[in-house]
């Protein structure tokens, strides 16, 4: 609803920040300026993912009151990847609730790649938190069903909710990072080594496996974070999938971890909970307002998307959705930040 809260005859939407009135411009806006972009590299250590189009750029806002705005690529389907940690993640807590979750898997950074081995000795074991793959795993073993089959089905149900749609495998990814992922296999014996999984790391390993390769689009990503954002429940089917204790937990690990090793200067210049896929999905939660979600396959030397964290990072400023800015007023005159200029 719009309504003349200023006096003199100017419309400001109700409810939100003064930059969701024109939120459709601002995210054709975003792809017009980064679509050009061509850094990054195009993940291949999942082969499949080489053949990627380096030029696919796709992004959408969901807004907490269901209206969706997206622009280019918005509807080309990618396998999810490490954006699913977040969901299982939640899925976990709610089967669980966090201390436990909390106590096998924690919430601390390790500053360390996503896939690292040493993380895990440095810590006798300790996978530390849920976005890294050790954590990952730990995580995934948790989920709840009597065979790994039961526990997948939970998985893609659970992601397939707060998508708002059904959630379907790529056969082809899924086989291509079956075939080469030993590191994962690796990291999975290391933590049953340690005690901290009791499950077949092995069948663990391909339920994970499996949730990474679930095919999603930037539309999905920004209504499961929607949902996350609004509490549980999601904003275009209206059906509850977490609590809303859940999500604030879920959330405040994103913050701390959701951007691998950048999840610093991400926090510092963007001020919103976000998870990145290798795949080149990016999902950005403003809580209490929306979400942005964006894909396009080149990558950082850290595994996050160039054009989508550029395109958030835009979208962050001019929509006023940093967590920590005190003014509801959206400054027209601060500065673009290095992560929208391409120089962080
Ligand atoms: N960062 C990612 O998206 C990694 C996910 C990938 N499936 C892996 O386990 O290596």
Redesign the pocket.
Known sequence: MDVDVTGVGQAVSTGTLPGWDRVEQLVREAYERYRGHDDGVVADY?PVLAEADPAWFGLCVAESGGQVHGAGDEDVEFSV??ISKAFVYALVCEAFGHQDVLDRVGVNGTGLP??SVMAIELHQGHPMNPMV?AGALATTAMVPGATPAEQWEHVRTGLSRFAGRQLELDGVVYRS?SET?TR?KAIARLLQSYGRIEADPLQVVDVY?RQ?ALRVTARDLAVMGATLADGGVNPITGERVVSAHVCRDTLAVLAATGMYERSGEWLFEIGLPAKS??AGGIVAVAPGKGAIGTFSPPLDPA?NSVRGQRATAYLSRTLGLNVFASSVHVDERQPATEHEEGTA
């Open positions: 999942i990847q490490s996503f896939n793959n990072e992922n994962n496996t990474c896929g290798v595994g």
